[in-house]
Structure formats: structure tokens, C-alpha cells
């Protein structure tokens, strides 16, 4: 199975400085993976996937600058860049309604590798800022989250799928009244091994 479509860090309970402003932007992201599903009853699913997660997060923090006269004297952007790789095992429960098959489930996922840039722009009186460097956001390795989505059958072997992601835990490792959570968004396509003889799979990345 793979798939791909938008994601990143959800900020939530943040309030910025005054003269400050600070906007997160949804990035790129990709999942693949295997799974394995079986039926509890006739319409019933109970699935278990091993899957790949690359995703990106980009957070842009301005502020204006004033001297004693309240005039503007600068504008700084610092945006960061965050790439982050992780293995997820999502646990899913599907019912299927003929072609299509809605799902729920959580998942705990690992972060197994983490890099980043910051990168400064603007001017600030009369020198211009404009700088990168090799860092990244400071968080939890690990998440819990939750899982909704909607399979659509296209053939017997292939099924496509949305899928919505969002992580429970706060990923921050400080603390403070703001929380940091995982997202991602992705429409996927999964393929059946196995067909012959066993009921259709309906669990997807």
C-alpha cells in the first residue's frame, strides 16, 4: 500500500507576542506500508498495518520591530523546516457497505529520524537578515493518535483510500499552555496479495 498528500505539526492554545505573528504551513507527506486484515463477522474487519511515514512541517515566526518614536524600524521572519521520518502500527476496525468501507482506529508510531533548517530573512534598521541554519524543532520521538477514513473499491485487487490522521499526544517537550500535534491528510491506493478464497481485505495507508 502507498499514499500520499499533506501533513505536519498542528499548533493549538498559542498566543504570539505582540507584534509577532506565526503561521503553520501543511506539507508534503508520504506513507507505505504492509497490512494484514481478516474478518469478525460478515461485514466486520479487524486490520493491522506496518507502515512507513515521511513528513514535513514548516512554521514561519515574524515579528516587527519599533523604536522609542513607534516607527517601524525592522521585520524578521524566522522559518523553520522540519523532516521527519516514522514507523507507524496503526490497529484499524472497517465494515464494509459494498463498494465502500468507512474505518476507524489508533495507531503508535516512532520517529526514527529527525532533520531541519532555520532560515532568517528580513532587515532589522539597516542590515539585512538573511541566514540558514542546520536546526530543527525539539519534540517527543514517540506518538499515540487516532485514524478515520473511507475505502473505495476499484477492482478486486486494488482498493483507493482517504485517510485522516491526527495525533493525542503533545508533542513538546517542555511545557508551556500551547500543544503540538501531529496531522496528516492522504489519499492512497492499497493492492491484495491474496484474493482467492478469502474475503476482500478493506485496510489501506
Not at 502507498?2 to 505582540?18: D, F, L, Q, R, W
Not at 515566526?61 to 524566522?78: M, Q, R, S, W
Not at 528580513?122 to 525539539?138: M, P
Amino acid at each position: 500500500m502507498a499514499s500520499g498528500g499533506i501533513g505536519g505539526i498542528a499548533t493549538t492554545n498559542y498566543t504570539p507576542p505582540e507584534y509577532a505573528t506565526v503561521k503553520d504551513y501543511a506539507q508534503v507527506s508520504c506513507s507505505g506500508g504492509l497490512f494484514y486484515s481478516f474478518y469478525l463477522g460478515e461485514k466486520s474487519i479487524l486490520g493491522v498495518e506496518i507502515v512507513y511515514n515521511y513528513m514535513q512541517n514548516k512554521r514561519a515566526y515574524t515579528i516587527e520591530y519599533f523604536n522609542t518614536a513607534d516607527k517601524l524600524i525592522g521585520v524578521v521572519t524566522n522559518t523553520g523546516y522540519d523532516y521527519m521520518s516514522y514507523v507507524t502500527l496503526p490497529i484499524l476496525y472497517s465494515y464494509k457497505l459494498k463498494r465502500w468501507t468507512p474505518y476507524i482506529g489508533f495507531y503508535g508510531s516512532y520517529q526514527f529520524w529527525h532533520d531541519g533548517r532555520l532560515v532568517q530573512s528580513g532587515y532589522y534598521e539597516n542590515e539585512i537578515k538573511d541566514h540558514t541554519w542546520h536546526a530543527w524543532s525539539s519534540m517527543k520521538d514517540y506518538d499515540i493518535g487516532a485514524i478515520a477514513g473511507v475505502m473505495f473499491e476499484i477492482s478486486d485487487r486494488f482498493m483507493g483510500s482517504l485517510r485522516l490522521k491526527y495525533g493525542l499526544l503533545d508533542l513538546k517537550e517542555y511545557e508551556s499552555s500551547s500543544q503540538k500535534h501531529l496531522y496528516q491528510i492522504t489519499l492512497g491506493i492499497k493492492y491484495n496479495v491474496l484474493v482467492k478464497g478469502v474475503p476482500k481485505s478493506t485496510t489501506d495507508e
